[in-house]
């Protein structure tokens, strides 16, 4: 690990007002993080369930491999006039490969799912360490399949497919794009990355700077890493920064935080997509940062909700301008 040095950081006044109090996860303590994870969201209560059904699902996994249990959150409304046939979003948590349940994302899953008129499908992945991968690539893209597959009887069109994730979630959605389109798999209209976790080198500078994030330290991120590789060897099956070839991916969009660790790996993805020919819509949020559980503003929900209609319209948005 590069060695830390700590730089002068301003949090937004805003975020730093809304914000939880944040326990002090060291990922060498695997169980102990987890129950302080899970602590922190029963102390914040349930989401607010209005307009939108909730149910849970177990649906088929790889091949030789366990059911994926999933939390399916249907909106009541449907901007475009037409139950049948809605986008659906794929969801992918975020807890550095070891933290995090499909439960956490309640609240965030439901404001898209109101926000977009889409079903957001959150998937509950296998964890590391006592999971490496490829487990959680193989469970979400085993959804994804589920998903195009079933579509009648969710009542989504398999052509309107986003898959969105966060942090590592985000990681491991890069990882199902990369692999949908290798394997032919089903088409993505969009991939989502919010401050995506892509890079297990850590040698970018925000990570040799530390920028100091609320809740997560830049020693984490190797503990992360450690725990999802589970001594394998990083490779681009495994690992988003290291394939070496992005193009014919689905447009994107991606997110980083100034204050993150995580930010420069996000821009350099989000460069070598556009050298790649993928069309790239990038936001770096100043004065923010990314943690666990997440903290997102109003605004920048709004923003990747409008991304996801946009992906998803069945015939093209205009921009008013």
Known sequence: MPEITPVSTTVDSELAEGVMPCPDLDLADVDDARRAVDALFAAAGPADPTGVTVEEWLVPGAPGGPEVPVRVHTPDACPDGN????????????????????AHSEAFAADVARATGSVVISVDYRLAPEHPCPAAVDDCCAVLEWIVSGAACLDIDPDRVVVLGDAAGAGLAAIVAL????????????????????????????????????????????????????????????????????????????????LDPLRDEGLAYARRLLQAGVPVEMHCHPGEFSGFPRVRPAGAT?????AIVRATARTPVLDPD
């Open 83 to 102: 139950r049948a046939g809605r986008p659906v979003v794929l969801e992918i948590h975020g807890g550095g490969f070891v933290l995090g349940s499909a």
């Open 302 to 306: 709004r923003s990747l909700c409008d």
């Open 179 to 258: 692999r949908a389109r290798d394997e032919g798999g089903p088409s993505i209209a969009l991939q989502a990355l919010l401050e995506p976790q892509l890079d297990d080198r850590l040698e970018s500078a925000s990570m040799r700077g530390d920028v100091a994030t609320p809740g997560r330290a830049a020693r984490q991120a190797a503990l992360s890493w450690h725990h999802y590789l589970g001594g394998q060897e990083p490779t681009g099956l495994s690992v988003p920064a290291r394939r070496s070839d992005l193009t014919g991916l689905p447009p994107t969009y991606l997110t980083v935080d100034e």
